[in-house]
């Protein structure tokens, strides 16, 4: 149920992690937040809320990457007094909460979480069962988030494929309670209609068709592709260029490129010409699912990957008429090809 004003409910201070974890301090004390952090009154305010805890070094580690459980952890200690489990299964109370509530957790408790699973999470408290970019609809219409993109209100904007650092996650509960969300509400068993959805201001197109002439079709919609569902967003390290023969994602000297065949009138090759370089990897899986291949294997794949800079087998991943063979170059360690084969 969305309310306008914030109700506080005290809870139990607890750890995140029971084994490395110290009772709360105030933010003032953790050696590494200071009055200068853009954080330091998001993390004050986690502490005073009884969301988070130190560790028994006196950090608490602002910058580091939130896991699904410590997020699970923060949000519902905002609302509730849960306890912590004992040992190892510090989770289990609050996942039990989270299902008992039919919010949708995955379970994967030391995995990052990313902001998709984070808008299904916080709208599925607000009484609602919306999923993905409709998730992300519901709490940017109703203000209970905002985008990573300054200034722009769109599903696009919002990243859902990023993931938060510890920061972010207690900024982005704080704003869901001090915009609306006053009280934890159960999940609905169905799927919410689409049509009650909040309306979202209109926003400027993306930079879709900022090709050179000439550029092949194939790789216009690629580009764009990759830009509009945020993948390219996601490798900040990166510099995106599209022309005739592809897009290439550059870091210095080119990392990336996914090929154009003029023959075949396809994208139908990536080339890792450093395929150690971080991101070349997850940047090339990202683009075989824009192409449309399916990729269920992602940690085979990436060991194949990792394996070309020292053998000269060939491995060849097949699904859905789909096949995708990792190629190693003959030569040079530190480059790989792969070969994407439509059905």
């Known amino acids: 149920m969305i309310m306008k004003k914030s109700i506080l409910i005290s809870s139990l201070a607890v750890g995140l992690f029971t084994s490395s974890v110290v009772p709360a301090l105030a933010a003032v004390n953790f050696t590494d937040v200071n009055k200068t952090d853009w954080f330091y009154n998001v993390v ?43 040992g190892n299964n510090w989770a289990d109370p609050y996942y039990d909460y989270a ?3 039919n919010y949708p957790v995955t379970g994967n408790r030391n995995q990052p979480i990313t902001r998709g699973v984070v808008a299904e999470i916080v709208s599925a408290a607000a009484g609602v069962n919306y999923q993905g970019d409709n998730a992300v609809i519901y709490l940017l219409g109703n203000g209970l988030a905002k985008g990573k993109v300054a200034g ?17 996650a207690v900024q982005f509960i704080k704003n869901a309670k001090e915009n609306g969300l006053s ?17 979202l201001p209109e926003q400027p197109k993306p ?3 900022q090709v050179p002439p000439g550029t092949p079709q194939a790789v216009a919609d690629l580009y764009n592709k ?41 994208m139908n090759q990536v080339i890792l010409w450093k395929n150690d370089a971080k991101g070349a990897a997850d940047f090339a899986i990202d683009a075989i699912k ?16 990792e394996n070309s800079r ?27 090809y792969i070969e994407i084969w439509r059905p």
């Not at 009280?183 to 309306?199: A, C, I």
């Not at 390290?237 to 154009?260: C, D, L, P, R």
């Open 44 to 86: 004050e305010y986690g502490e005073q809320n009884n969301m988070i805890s130190g560790y028994l070094d006196g950090t608490f580690r602002p910058n580091q990457t939130v896991m699904e459980g410590e997020f699970v952890k923060m949000f519902l200690s905002a609302y509730l007094p849960i306890e912590a489990g004992q």
């Open 207 to 209: 930079p879709v068709g």
């Open 152 to 168: 722009e209100v769109s599903v696009r904007g919002y990243q859902g494929n990023s993931l938060l650092t510890r920061a972010e």
């Open 290 to 305: 824009a192409i449309g291949a399916p990729m269920t294997k992602e940690a085979e794949f990436k060991k194949a990957i």
């Open 99 to 101: 299902e008992k509530m």
């Open 310 to 336: 020292t053998s000269t087998d060939v491995v060849e991943f097949k699904g859905g008429g789909w096949r995708i063979k990792v190629i190693p170059h003959p030569v040079a360690t530190d480059k790989t």
């Open 226 to 266: 990759l830009i509009t569902d945020g993948t390219i967003a996601k490798y900040t390290q990166f510099e995106a260029k599209a022309g005739s023969g592809g897009i290439t994602m550059f870091e210095g000297k080119a990392t990336v490129s996914v090929v154009y065949d003029d023959s075949a009138k396809e």
């Open 183 to 199: 009280e934890l509400s159960t999940r609905p068993t169905s799927p919410s209609p689409t049509n009650q959805l909040p309306k």
